[in-house]
């Protein structure tokens, strides 16, 4: 059975993420890998090539500097409204994102959104096991930030929400339609007060609320990935 170390290590193995440190501290920026890579690393999954990328500060400016320090062609694209960036280079896709916290306002469920630190955009995922963030810069490389026990829940086959569930699903009633995703994808198991909140909020799933909620129907709709 491989180590945590060893995980960490074969994660961190390409190098694109030694780019992404040197952008990182040449910027005095806090960055961090988070979600899903991080997450299939410790599943012995194949990771994909879909890496997303958090920093405390601009995640445009990271994504502008990094694209500069790639070797090769690289192909970057600026979402200013959303305070994001994309790299594709090589065979990765590269998702930059400036830490957040975010507040709903259930009339337009459209999130207002507020620069955060780690902990608040952690807060902010849908579950334990797609808040781990392993850190890039040089100072502490590698260093697992674990805040909810993401990594007790990869081992139980656990699916579980960071913050209470009524928050977490009424924030947004799409993640409930993924924990049922991930929980048949990954062969995990709802959690019992994570699965009864999805029972109690399943009426946001009632023809009138996702027909009038523009933001959720296109979610909803979304083939699942």
């Given at each position: 059975?491989?180590?945590?170390?060893?995980?960490?290590?074969?994660?961190?193995?390409?190098?694109?993420?030694?780019?992404?440190?040197?952008?990182?501290?040449?910027?005095?920026?806090?960055?961090?890998?988070?979600?899903?890579?991080?997450?299939d690393t410790f599943l012995d999954r194949p990771r994909g090539?879909?890496?997303?990328?958090?920093?405390?500060?601009?995640?445009?400016?990271?994504?502008?500097?990094?694209?500069?320090?790639?070797?090769?062609?690289?192909?970057?694209?600026?979402?200013?409204?959303?305070?994001?960036?994309?790299?594709?280079?090589?065979?990765?896709?590269?998702?930059?994102?400036?830490?957040?916290?975010?507040?709903?306002?259930?009339?337009?469920?459209?999130?207002?959104?507020?620069?955060?630190?780690?902990?608040?955009?952690?807060?902010?995922?849908?579950?334990?096991?797609?808040?781990?963030?392993?850190?890039?810069?040089?100072?502490?490389?590698?260093?697992?930030?674990?805040?909810?026990?993401?990594?007790?829940?990869?081992?139980?086959?656990?699916?579980?929400?960071?913050?209470?569930?009524?928050?977490?699903?009424?924030?947004?009633?799409?993640?409930?339609?993924?924990?049922?995703?991930?929980?048949?994808?990954?062969?995990?198991?709802?959690?019992?007060?994570?699965?009864?909140?999805?029972?109690?909020?399943?009426?946001?799933?009632?023809?009138?609320?996702?027909?009038?909620?523009?933001?959720?129907f296109k979610g909803f709709c979304k083939k699942p990935v």
């Amino acid at each position: 059975m491989k180590t945590q170390k060893l995980h960490i290590e074969e994660a961190l193995a390409p190098a694109v993420f030694g780019h992404v440190q040197k952008a990182a501290d040449a910027l005095g920026l806090e960055t961090y890998v988070i979600g899903g890579y991080v997450r299939d690393t410790f599943l012995d999954r194949p990771r994909g090539h879909d890496i997303d990328i958090v920093t405390v500060g601009s995640g445009i400016s990271l994504a502008k500097k990094v694209a500069k320090l790639l070797p090769g062609e690289n192909n970057i694209q600026v979402f200013k409204n959303y305070g994001t960036a994309m790299i594709k280079w090589q065979n990765m896709q590269l998702e930059f994102v400036g830490a957040r916290k975010e507040s709903y306002d259930h009339q337009s469920r459209n999130p207002v959104v507020e620069n955060g630190s780690l902990e608040d955009d952690q807060n902010r995922r849908d579950f334990t096991v797609n808040a781990l963030a392993l850190r890039l810069n040089k100072d502490g490389f590698g260093t697992l930030l674990d805040p909810f026990n993401g990594i007790q829940d990869l081992t139980a086959k656990v699916l579980r929400t960071p913050r209470d569930p009524d928050i977490t699903y009424s924030d947004d009633p799409l993640r409930m339609l993924r924990a049922v995703r991930f929980a048949t994808q990954l062969n995990f198991e709802i959690d019992k007060t994570s699965l009864l909140s999805i029972k109690k909020n399943n009426w946001y799933f009632s023809t009138s609320f996702v027909f009038q909620n523009k933001r959720f129907f296109k979610g909803f709709c979304k083939k699942p990935v």
